[in-house]
């Protein structure tokens, strides 16, 4: 299985299918709505984690890598998932949590308990001889990085929560551990793995505080041991599947590194993850404010990626939407006016660039946030924390739950709406996150009546029948335009024009005169268009054009 013409969809299993009725979505679930997942045609499937886990993070917290969480079924469940997708050309691709486990983890316990072998697991450090922590960071969830080991008067490191601990990547014992991980999935069928935070792993041996204020990231982030660890691990797990698909979270990560954790010939990962783009509505880089996305920061970061991964060879996943970023469609497009539209026009924009797309559940039903009023509506443990923090920095109950409403994890989070009723076909019981609008949106209706689902079926089908998309190099097009990202893909003598407008107002544009023999081969509008020198584009419509 090579990548480059394949679609990923992503599950986050407890939100897909109850099939148990008890709220939350299960491995049954999933089994009964492959006929579904066939239908889209994608070729596989990352889970987010189902392993045994306290669920503080919603299974990013994994306390046993080897067994499937009860609440999700059992292994039998498992099995029959991996043989059944099979069946119908579909592979798996399974979360590793590599960089930390929870403290409920057996090792950490053990670690707790004194055992030499297993403290050397973890960063179990001491406290500066003026009794503060053994360092300045702060986690990511908010709070220092430090939380006391027991009673022993020592700290451990978590970069999240405190019920993630940090795993020792420079001990051998826990490299190993990982990659008998690995093998344990690979032996049951699983053809792809995607590593969760996988370029904080390389901590310095010596863990100092971060200079006086700079970031404490750049202390962790991006350390050029990963690479080694990941050429370690390619080598004694996945590398030895010519058919893996291997995908890497990196976190506040460039270019360059990105290239050579995805450079062919330095056998670490087949693809990144990556989410510059996915900040442009930050205000100076602070996730919990609003604002308008900058679209001109948008089509500059998209495009230093694709000239960047393009000229080192290098290979991007392409996303809008996963299980921590609130739906797309709210931040990019329009949910209210131009719900079809827009989502067509999000995903015409990412499918047809150089890299793998993978598809949220729900962004092909055109699915969005909840906007929830309470903030007793929210589950999410990051979103739990940042609430009093938003309060202490003055802001009012109001103002707190906006920001909430517009940026939590659990807008992504909610149960995929397969019908109108009161659970939206998920569950006959209340689910763990309650569903919002399946009034309107939801798979019965969209199957029927929608175009968003045959639209994605059309762009899938594109990648693999048309080989300048899944190959093809890419060209910038009308960069100074503010309204519409333009994009030229090339393979030899063929060109593929994109025009995406962005906006919900009719615009103008004037391209360069292109000759050959031209066809339309997707469109998001009936009407007709011709490719000529001043083209004007509806209302968040994309279209693409072949030349021959
Ligand atoms: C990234 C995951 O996608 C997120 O859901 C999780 O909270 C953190 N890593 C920590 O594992």
Redesign the pocket.
Known sequence: MTFEDKVIYQIYPKSFYDSNNDGLGDLQGIIAKIPYLKQLNIDMIWFNPFFISPQN??G?DISDYYHIDPKFGTMADFDELVAKLKSVGIDVMMDM?F??TSTEHEWFQKALKGDPKYMAYYYIRDAKPDSSLPTNWDSKFGGPAWEAFGNTGKYYLHL?DPT?ADLDWHNPAVRKEMAKIVNFWRNKGVKGFRF??INVIGKDVDLLDAPYGTDSRLMYTDKKIVHQYLQELNESSFGQDPDAVTVG?MSSTSIDNCIEYTLGKNNELSMVFTFHHLKVDYTHGNKWTTMPFDFMSLKNILNDWQLGMTAGHGWNALFWN???QPRAINRFGDPVHYREKSAEMLATTIHLLRGTPFIYMGEEIGMSDPQYQHLSDYNDI?TKNIYPTLLAKGLSKTEALDIIQAKS?DNSRTPMQWDNSEYAGFSTEKPWLMPMNQSIVNVQNELVHGEIFNYYQQLIKLRKTLPIVSVGDYQPLLMDDTQVFAYLRTLKNQRLIVLNNFYGTTTTITLPAFTGEISTVINNYPTDIKLETTITLAPYQSVAFLID
């Open positions: 993070d919603n990013y949590v960089n930390h999240y993630q969760d935070v979270e996963n299980h921590d990051e994890r």
